[in-house]
């Protein structure tokens, strides 16, 4: 991990006093609620629906067990004893007060964390593959060039009031799982034919009310030239992006109105001005970073573990978790955990005080301290040994954490919602509850296989509906709550924007709904095939209508188009 | 809009008496300059007119000709969409150039100065004014503004403080050509 030295420090705490400055300034009433909201804001503090939402960065995904510790005491002491973490990696608190975001913040600064740029029309968390350093398609490890460009974009003083909020994401892998091209900037690591490091370049991915894939702007721009490079895209969308509407001021907007080329033109043209100034990135910076992410210490194992083995064959429950939570490890004896955040009775998401303290436990026990926090908000123990896997099940079976259904239909990624949000136009955690429930049966969902479901209360997608094999958004009708479906969206290299497949439904019917479109799959799947796979073969129209003959209710209102 | 009696000015790091006056963008009959009428060098209060960039383009020879006479400095403000780069060749000749920020979190303005400072090479006053206040200072004067005409009602002397807010900044910028990247080896050294 990332170790702070006196700098990095420094500029953290700097941070801290600034804001329990404005915060008492605030309070005084010589801020008014304009002059403090960015500022808020950019320390990662919202005013929602019943408190005070307060972000904190979860830099590329990564926890000690001490920072993963610190969380839970902060969630047990300014909050209600849990948190809360969320498609772009970071935690988020539900019930702070306004006069203690202070103070969590300087108790975030001793472990080395913040809320920095969390929220605000900023560059916000630098995002990346949850499985970075283990990954056995990995090309290039993306946490350096992840904590290079947080530090960065760390108080920029030229992008700081940008039309609209600002994402990056790197990927290191051949297999995207940073959703690279729903970002601002999509950054991919490439090696040339000469062995040189690079990046491939995406502008202008996102999801909200514009769904749109990332274009790509330079197939290789060597790894030295990518604080310049981004400094260009982020002035020239810093000077033309709109500013007239908000709902227009993504880099996505101007991107299209200008055409991929000619905004690829602008950007190099400002580029050529920025290449090989001093900003340009040097081998010893790259060194020092990198060595804070080198591997840790991993015993010479054998391939397979022949307890674990043993294990498997003994306990259907165990080999199935396997089957779904484990993952290839790029080192012989090791294996990557996915501890779910998806059991029923907590919304996704969510861990309590608790299970943050289980979690930091089983890190240090088998997983050399660390822990990552997934995009589809699971958390993961990257470096565990197989002949430990089974006393690291048994142990987050205790802590309410081995459901084994990752990548399957209960492993959705869901937004807080209505229930706390004050941007929705509709809840999604009763939606998500009530899918659960229906869809208990493990048999049943292992049969139906990998399929993502993703529910986000409003347009603002934060719950990733477009790119989910089946997506729920919460749309408002006349001042009541429907839910829109997409179906075939899909993340990664081939990101898709699912197709609506028509009028939206009560929540009542949405279960229903979706067992019909289950069932349309399941009737009609080649063997082998997957949800999204039929989706493209056979088109909406079987589900459409088997998703329209049994749920419409007599009252629909006419067809959404929002 | 422009009442330069509200505001309270900050100059190299200290609170200053401003002896510029704002000339709106249109035609304004005190400063005349956007109406093709030769240009008074001051205001009735002996302030010097501070032109849009409209003006300043319309007018340029004559004020040149009077800078050369009179010795009356030149001073030029600058709207988020006007583009610096029209002012590239008269950089020299102008004694001010003020970025205005119709609101605070327009922050155009940051890119604006940046490329007077570092593409262009400006080295003049470069001042901000409009909805500029405290929480704004540290970036701006990062990104070149040496002069900030904090807006009415807002306590110019307490905005002084948040020059220091930070003791260190990770990127470069106006004020630090040498990213920290570059500085942490030596800096341990010292």
Same mark, same amino acid.
């Not at chain 1, 705490?13 to 304009?34: H, I």
């Given at each position: 991990?990332?170790?702070?030295?006196?700098?990095?420090?420094?500029?953290?705490?700097?941070?801290?006093?600034?804001?329990?400055?404005?915060?008492?300034?605030?309070?005084?009433?010589?801020?008014?609620?304009?002059?403090?909201?960015?500022?808020?804001?950019?320390?990662?503090?919202?005013?929602?629906?019943?408190?005070?939402?307060?972000?904190?960065?979860?830099?590329?995904?990564?926890?000690?067990?001490?920072?993963?510790?610190?969380?839970?005491?902060?969630? #047990?002491?300014?909050?209600?004893?849990?948190?809360?973490?969320?498609?772009?990696?970071?935690?988020?608190?539900?019930?702070?007060?306004?006069?203690?975001?202070?103070?969590?913040?300087?108790?975030?600064?001793?472990?080395?964390?913040?809320?920095?740029?969390?929220?605000?029309?900023?560059?916000?968390?630098?995002?990346?593959?949850?499985?970075?350093?283990?990954?056995?398609?990995?090309?290039?490890?993306?946490?350096?060039?992840?904590?290079?460009?947080?530090?960065?974009?760390?108080?920029?003083?030229?992008?700081?009031?940008?039309?609209?909020?600002?994402?990056?994401?790197?990927?290191?892998?051949?297999?995207?799982?940073?959703? +690279?091209?729903?970002?601002?900037?999509?950054?991919?690591?490439?090696?040339?034919?000469?062995?040189?490091?690079?990046?491939?370049?995406?502008?202008?991915?996102?999801?909200?009310?514009?769904?749109?894939?990332?274009?790509?702007?330079?197939?290789?721009?060597?790894?030295?030239?990518?604080?310049?490079?981004?400094?260009?895209?982020?002035?020239?969308?810093?000077?033309?992006?709109?500013?007239?509407?908000?709902?227009?001021?993504?880099?996505?907007?101007?991107?299209?109105?200008?055409?991929?080329?000619?905004?690829? %033109?602008?950007?190099?043209?400002?580029?050529?001005?920025?290449?090989?100034?001093?900003?340009?990135?040097?081998?010893?910076?790259?060194?020092?970073?990198?060595?804070?992410?080198?591997?840790?210490?991993?015993?010479?194992?054998?391939?397979?573990?022949?307890?674990?083995?043993?294990?498997?064959?003994?306990?259907?429950?165990?080999? %199935?978790?396997?089957?779904?939570?484990?993952?290839?490890?790029?080192?012989?004896?090791?294996?990557?955990?996915?501890?779910?955040?998806?059991?029923?009775?907590?919304?996704?998401?969510?861990?309590?005080?608790?299970?943050?303290?289980?979690?930091?436990?089983?890190?240090?026990?088998?997983?050399?301290?660390?822990?990552?926090?997934?995009?589809?908000?699971?958390?993961?123990?990257?470096?565990? #040994?197989?002949?430990?896997?089974?006393?690291?099940?048994?142990?987050?079976?205790?802590?309410?954490?081995?459901?084994?259904?990752?990548?399957?239909?209960?492993?959705?990624?869901?937004?807080?919602?209505?229930?706390?949000?004050?941007?929705?136009?509709?809840?999604?955690?009763?939606?998500?509850?009530?899918?659960?429930?229906?869809?208990?049966?493990?048999?049943?969902?292992?049969?139906?296989?990998?399929?993502?479901?993703?529910?986000?209360?409003?347009?603002?997608?934060?719950?990733?509906?477009?790119?989910?094999? +089946?997506?729920?958004?919460?749309?408002?009708?006349?001042?009541?709550?429907?839910?829109?479906?997409?179906?075939?969206?899909?993340?990664?290299?081939?990101?898709?924007?699912?197709?609506?497949?028509?009028?939206?439904?009560?929540?009542?019917?949405?279960?229903?709904?979706?067992?019909?479109? +289950?069932?349309?799959?399941?009737?009609? #799947?080649?063997?082998?095939?997957?949800?999204?796979?039929?989706?493209?073969?056979?088109?909406?129209?079987?589900? #459409?209508?088997?998703?329209?003959?049994?749920?419409?209710?007599?009252?629909?209102?006419?067809?959404?188009?929002? | 809009?422009?009442?330069?009696?509200?505001?309270?000015?900050?100059?190299?790091?200290?609170?200053?008496?401003?002896?510029?006056?704002?000339?709106?963008?249109?035609?304004?009959?005190?400063?005349?300059?956007?109406?093709?009428?030769?240009?008074?060098?001051?205001?009735?209060?002996?302030?010097?007119?501070?032109?849009?960039?409209? !003006?300043?383009?319309?007018?340029?020879?004559?004020?040149?000709?009077?800078?050369?006479?009179?010795?009356?400095?030149?001073?030029?403000?600058?709207?988020?969409?006007?583009?610096?780069?029209?002012?590239?060749?008269?950089?020299?000749?102008?004694?001010?150039?003020?970025?205005?920020?119709?609101?605070?979190?327009?922050?155009?303005?940051?890119?604006?100065?940046?490329?007077?400072? =570092?593409?262009?090479?400006?080295?003049?006053?470069?001042?901000?004014? !409009?909805?500029? !206040?405290?929480?704004?200072?540290?970036?701006?004067?990062?990104?070149?503004?040496?002069?900030?005409?904090?807006?009415?009602?807002?306590?110019?002397?307490?905005?002084?403080?948040?020059?220091?807010?930070?003791?260190?900044?990770?990127?470069?910028?106006?004020?630090?050509?040498?990213?920290?990247?570059?500085?942490?080896?030596? =800096?341990?050294?010292?």
């Amino acid at each position: 991990m990332y170790i702070y030295d006196h700098h990095d420090h420094a500029i953290v705490k700097a941070r801290v006093a600034q804001f329990r400055d404005q915060t008492e300034r605030y309070q005084r009433g010589e801020l008014s609620d304009d002059e403090f909201r960015p500022l808020r804001l950019q320390n990662g503090l919202y005013v929602q629906r019943h408190a005070p939402m307060l972000r904190v960065a979860i830099p590329y995904g990564m926890l000690s067990s001490a920072q993963l510790r610190r969380l839970a005491r902060i969630v #047990r002491t300014y909050d209600r004893g849990y948190g809360h973490f969320t498609t772009r990696q970071n935690l988020q608190l539900n019930w702070p007060k306004l006069e203690a975001a202070p103070d969590i913040l300087a108790e975030l600064a001793e472990v080395e964390m913040h809320a920095i740029q969390t929220s605000g029309n900023c560059i916000r968390n630098i995002t990346t593959d949850h499985f970075a350093g283990v990954a056995a398609d990995e090309v290039v490890d993306p946490r350096p060039w992840a904590e290079i460009l947080r530090q960065w974009s760390t108080f920029h003083p030229e992008f700081a009031y940008l039309p609209r909020k600002f994402k990056i994401a790197v990927s290191g892998t051949t297999q995207d799982r940073a959703a +690279i091209l729903v970002h601002d900037i999509g950054l991919q690591l490439v090696v040339d034919a000469t062995g040189g490091t690079g990046f491939s370049v995406y502008v202008g991915g996102g999801l909200g009310r514009t769904p749109l894939i990332g274009k790509k702007i330079r197939d290789f721009l060597p790894w030295k030239h990518v604080l310049t490079y981004c400094e260009a895209i982020l002035r020239v969308y810093n000077r033309f992006g709109r500013r007239d509407n908000m709902y227009k001021a993504r880099i996505k907007i101007l991107v299209k109105a200008l055409g991929t080329d000619e905004f690829a %033109r602008q950007v190099e043209s400002e580029w050529a001005h920025l290449k090989d100034s001093p900003a340009t990135l040097t081998e010893a910076e790259v060194t020092r970073v990198a060595s804070q992410f080198s591997a840790p210490a991993y015993a010479a194992l054998p391939i397979v573990d022949i307890s674990h083995q043993t294990k498997l064959i003994e306990d259907r429950a165990f080999a %199935r978790w396997v089957e779904r939570n484990v993952h290839t490890h790029r080192v012989a004896g090791y294996a990557a955990v996915s501890l779910s955040l998806k059991s029923p009775g907590l919304a996704p998401g969510d861990a309590t005080d608790v299970q943050m303290d289980g979690v930091a436990g089983l890190a240090d026990a088998y997983s050399f301290g660390e822990i990552r926090v997934s995009h589809e908000q699971n958390l993961v123990l990257a470096d565990v #040994r197989q002949a430990d896997l089974f006393d690291v099940w048994q142990a987050a079976r205790t802590l309410g954490l081995a459901s084994p259904t990752i990548g399957l239909l209960t492993d959705m990624i869901v937004c807080p919602g209505g229930d706390f949000c004050s941007l929705a136009n509709a809840k999604s955690l009763p939606i998500a509850a009530a899918i659960q429930d229906r869809f208990n049966e493990l048999d049943y969902l292992h049969d139906i296989g990998d399929l993502s479901l993703n529910i986000s209360g409003c347009m603002n997608s934060c719950g990733h509906h477009h790119l989910a094999g +089946i997506g729920i958004l919460g749309v408002d009708k006349n001042g009541a709550e429907w839910y829109q479906i997409t179906i075939g969206g899909r993340q990664g290299n081939a990101a898709q924007i699912g197709d609506v497949i028509g009028r939206s439904f009560a929540a009542k019917d949405v279960p229903d709904v979706i067992e019909n479109l +289950i069932e349309t799959y399941l009737s009609q #799947r080649l063997e082998g095939e997957m949800f999204v796979e039929t989706v493209d073969r056979i088109g909406l129209q079987p589900f #459409r209508d088997r998703a329209y003959e049994k749920a419409a209710p007599k009252h629909t209102p006419e067809m959404e188009n929002v | 809009m422009f009442k330069a009696e509200h505001f309270h000015l900050i100059r190299g790091r200290k609170l200053a008496a401003d002896d510029w006056v704002v000339v709106p963008e249109l035609a304004d009959s005190t400063g005349n300059v956007a109406n093709g009428v030769s240009p008074a060098p001051t205001d009735a209060n002996g302030k010097f007119f501070l032109l849009p960039l409209s !003006g300043w383009l319309e007018q340029r020879q004559s004020l040149i000709a009077m800078k050369q006479s009179a010795g009356s400095p030149l001073g030029v403000w600058l709207a988020p969409t006007d583009d610096p780069a029209l002012l590239e060749h008269d950089l020299a000749l102008l004694d001010l150039i003020a970025v205005h920020f119709p609101k605070f979190v327009d922050g155009r303005g940051y890119s604006t100065a940046t490329l007077l400072r =570092q593409r262009f090479g400006y080295r003049g006053e470069l001042r901000a004014f !409009g909805d500029v !206040g405290r929480d704004q200072l540290f970036y701006l004067a990062r990104v070149g503004f040496d002069s900030f005409l904090i807006s009415e009602g807002r306590d110019a002397a307490a905005a002084l403080k948040s020059l220091d807010d930070f003791p260190e900044s990770y990127q470069t910028a106006v004020d630090q050509a040498i990213p920290l990247f570059r500085r942490r080896d030596s =800096q341990a050294l010292a």
